[in-house]
């Protein structure tokens, strides 16, 4: 929460996360109402800080960096280090103010927030602001802070833990999944209706009703499954009972959620041409298989690598989901507010990360400006508020615990973000050391080795 120039306190900047805790000389109140000054902060997080400094300090202050602006001021006419005081002011009155400002309050404000003992977060918004040489500064500004909390009986806390065991039914749907995955087609009959199982090999061309500029959706000799889970119900209704050679006119209306991105949420008109009829036929499980799909001696080979990968993400999924009932439950156990600036920057976080996959689905720029973010934001604040809140939870609870994280694993997680950005591990060790990232790190994986604790304590 760096309050350590005048651009801070007059623009009001974005919420960031605490990084320096804040201070003040003069009152404290507690502070329960809206402000109209930047974001909306939780009034149950929030304390009022009121300073007030000395007319005889600011004018020294201004004394003293007029006089600074003296030396180093260019100025055409005036010879280096001889402009006149009057001059000095009248020229450079903003930068003179920003800097008495700057030499006046961070440090009166860092010291009265330590006096409070509460951990600041977001950014200090100045509600009053007086500064002018020969009379006090004064100034007002609120600042949201994070809340005592009890966790007392967090030991307590527990969720039912499911078996994370794999069942021969799993390992068989494994298996027939690998086989479909290896299908081939092949040509059918043509003198029939298609039917349900039947695969068409078709060509379209769609136009987006309510982008009719855009360009068109369209596709050669694709092959779609009537009935099939993956295929638009549209395409099924329309195809079922078609013949080669056949042209149909088909609208098809997708869902809010369909994965890819430009087609979510819109109806397209398509025009189809059915071109054939395929077979889908699927290999038999035996060792030739086994050694197609991979370097396996045998189908026992291939059996035993299956259950081995299934067990694997069957027992992260059993973990996560119980992990997630957890925190849920720790959080309906202690309930406590929470400040709004964290919770929009995890609001930020969220939103970001559904924005790569958005893109990554083929949603462009201009498609992205078009969404309702208003919406967005506010479908996201719940789920935000909760995570905050366990991040916190945890925080708490590996004190309790006296979890520590190793320079051994705090050096293997480096080198894991260095193989995904592909960018050299003594680089990236300096860039994070410089911009906190190092603590940042350190800090998730505490939490992470806080959570899979009270996972391992809860009672199978």
């Keep these: 929460m760096p309050l350590s120039s005048v651009?801070?306190?007059?623009?009001?900047?974005?919420?960031?996360?605490?990084d320096a805790a804040h201070s003040?000389?003069?009152?404290?109140?507690?502070?329960?109402?809206?402000?109209?000054?930047?974001?909306?902060?939780?009034?149950?997080?929030?304390?009022?800080?009121?300073?007030?400094?000395?007319?005889?300090?600011?004018?020294?202050?201004?004394?003293?960096?007029t006089r600074n602006y003296q030396k180093h001021a260019r100025i055409p006419g005036f010879r280096p280090g001889k402009v006149p005081e009057a001059v000095v002011?009248?020229?450079?009155?903003?930068?003179?103010?920003?800097?008495?400002?700057?030499?006046l309050l961070p440090e009166r404000f860092n010291q009265a927030v330590r006096d409070l003992g509460v951990t600041p977060v977001g950014q200090p918004q100045v509600t009053e602001l007086t500064v002018e040489d020969g009379t006090p500064l004064h100034v007002r500004a609120v600042?949201?802070?994070?809340?005592?909390?009890?966790?007392?009986?967090?030991?307590?806390?527990?969720?039912?833990?499911?078996?994370?065991?794999?069942?021969?039914?799993?390992?068989?749907?494994?298996?027939?999944?690998?086989?479909?995955?290896?299908?081939?087609i092949e040509p059918g009959e043509e003198d029939r209706p298609l039917v349900d199982g039947d695969w068409a090999q078709i060509s379209y061309t769609g136009t987006?009703?309510?982008?009719?500029?855009?360009?068109?959706?369209?596709?050669?000799?694709?092959?779609?499954?009537?009935?099939?889970?993956?295929?638009?119900?549209?395409?099924?209704?329309?195809?079922?009972?078609?013949?080669?050679g056949q042209t149909i006119d088909v609208a098809a209306e997708y869902p809010a959620d369909y994965p890819e991105g430009n087609l979510a949420g819109k109806t397209v008109d398509y025009t189809i041409d059915?071109?054939?009829?395929?077979?889908?036929?699927?290999?038999?499980?035996?060792?030739?298989?086994?050694k197609e799909v991979g370097a396996f001696e045998s189908l026992g080979d291939l059996e035993n690598r299956v259950r081995e990968n299934l067990a694997n993400r069957k027992r992260r999924a059993v973990e996560s989901e119980t992990k997630d009932k957890l925190f849920a439950a720790l959080i309906e156990r202690f309930p406590f507010p929470v400040p709004e600036s964290l919770v929009q920057e995890q609001v930020d976080s969220r939103l970001e990360r559904g924005l790569r996959a958005l893109a990554a689905q083929g949603m462009d720029t201009e498609q992205m400006r078009k969404l309702d973010f208003g919406r967005l934001r506010a479908a996201q604040r719940d789920s935000a508020a909760a995570e905050v809140?366990?991040?916190?939870?945890?925080?708490?609870?590996?004190?309790?615990?006296?979890?520590t994280v190793s320079e051994e694993e705090l050096d293997r997680e480096i080198h894991?973000?260095?193989?995904?950005?592909?960018?050299?591990?003594?680089?990236?060790?300096?860039?994070?050391?410089?911009?906190?990232?190092?603590?940042?790190?350190?800090?998730?994986?505490?939490?992470?080795k806080t959570a899979q604790l009270l996972y391992e304590r809860l009672p199978a």
Excluded: W
């Excluded at 009155?93 to 008495?100: A, M, P, T």
């Excluded at 260095?418 to 939490?447: C, N, Y």
């Design 7 to 18: 651009d801070t306190i007059e623009n009001n900047s974005e919420p960031t996360p605490a």
């Design 24 to 65: 003040h000389e003069g009152h404290e109140h507690e502070h329960s109402h809206e402000h109209a000054h930047g974001p909306v902060l939780n009034p149950d997080c929030t304390r009022e800080l009121i300073l007030d400094v000395p007319a005889e300090e600011v004018s020294k202050s201004f004394n003293r960096v």
């Design 89 to 103: 002011r009248r020229r450079f009155s903003n930068e003179i103010r920003k800097d008495v400002i700057d030499g």
């Design 143 to 184: 600042f949201e802070f994070i809340p005592s909390f009890s966790i007392e009986g967090y030991q307590n806390v527990s969720v039912p833990k499911p078996s994370a065991d794999i069942t021969e039914e799993e390992v068989q749907q494994e298996l027939a999944q690998l086989r479909e995955s290896r299908a081939t």
């Design 208 to 244: 987006i009703e309510s982008q009719p500029e855009a360009a068109p959706v369209g596709g050669e000799d694709t092959l779609v499954e009537i009935g099939g889970k993956d295929t638009v119900e549209a395409f099924t209704t329309a195809l079922r009972g078609a013949t080669p």
């Design 274 to 290: 059915v071109k054939g009829i395929k077979k889908r036929t699927l290999p038999e499980l035996n060792d030739e298989f086994a």
């Design 389 to 403: 809140k366990t991040s916190l939870l945890l925080e708490r609870i590996a004190h309790e615990e006296n979890v």
């Design 416 to 448: 894991l973000a260095a193989i995904q950005s592909r960018e050299p591990v003594d680089s990236l060790k300096v860039r994070l050391t410089q911009d906190g990232g190092m603590a940042r790190i350190r800090e998730q994986l505490k939490k992470e």
